[in-house]
T-cell receptor
């Protein structure tokens, strides 16, 4: 049981390049989330998916797109990377039901945009 | 005003002491409260959740919730150097659906 996995672990992009961050969970959770974490700013929600087939914007969605590919997988795409998107990106998932809203995080992707 | 506020620290306590971490929130309708531990360079790890007023104990950790005063705290008894980390408070607001709002975290240092 791997929990939440993310790929890649590290990435360096040049301004204007695109990339997709992958996230998968094996806990049969309905909800999945993408956050970014910057020094002094804490964790900020980019997008989330309450269930397969739905996605919603979070606090800082500009410059990002997401796809909930199936119940297990939730990807985050940067179409044209900017230096302001240099950050650590975390994916999380949560169950629905008795222990809903308890979010479990993946190991993160450290992205640098030059 | 931030929705979830924590003192950034660092909070320094000697080994064996009680560490007390505090968090205040602005949404009076908030229903669910969580404490995460984050070691440097690692991802947040859920350590406690609390949903009703009062205390909830789990090993050396006690979460305390006071909805009337809009604060939630985490006590760590018999603090160990391995407890040195940043502790994040997260709150699910009254109309937040499945979303959590995180505080900026408090950095705890436990000195041997």
């Amino acid at each position: 049981n791997a929990g939440v996995t993310q790929t890649p672990k590290f990435q360096v992009l040049k301004t204007g390049q695109s990339m997709t961050l992958q996230c998968a969970q094996d806990m049969n959770h309905n909800s999945m989330y993408w956050y970014r974490q910057d020094p002094g700013m804490g964790l900020r929600l980019i997008y989330y998916s309450a269930s397969e087939g739905t996605t919603d914007k979070g606090e800082v969605p500009n410059g990002y797109n997401v796809s909930r590919l199936n119940k297990r997988e939730f990807s985050l795409r940067l179409e044209s990377a900017a230096p302001s998107q240099t950050s650590v990106y975390f994916c999380a998932s949560a169950d629905s039901g008795v222990r809903s809203y308890e979010q479990y995080f993946g190991p993160g992707t450290r992205l640098t945009v030059t | 005003q931030k929705e979830v506020e924590q003192n950034s620290g660092p909070l320094s306590v000697p080994e064996g002491a009680i560490a007390s971490l505090n968090c205040t929130y602005s949404d009076r309708g908030s229903q669910s409260f969580f404490w995460y531990r984050q070691y440097s360079g690692k991802s947040p790890e859920l350590i406690m959740s609390i949903y009703s007023n009062g205390d909830k104990e789990d090993g050396r950790f006690t979460a305390q919730l006071n909805k009337a005063s809009q604060y939630v705290s985490l006590l760590i008894r018999d603090s160990q150097p391995s407890d040195s980390a940043t502790y994040l408070c997260a709150v699910r607001g009254g109309n937040a659906g499945n979303m959590l709002t995180f505080g900026g975290g408090t950095r705890l240092m436990v000195k041997p």
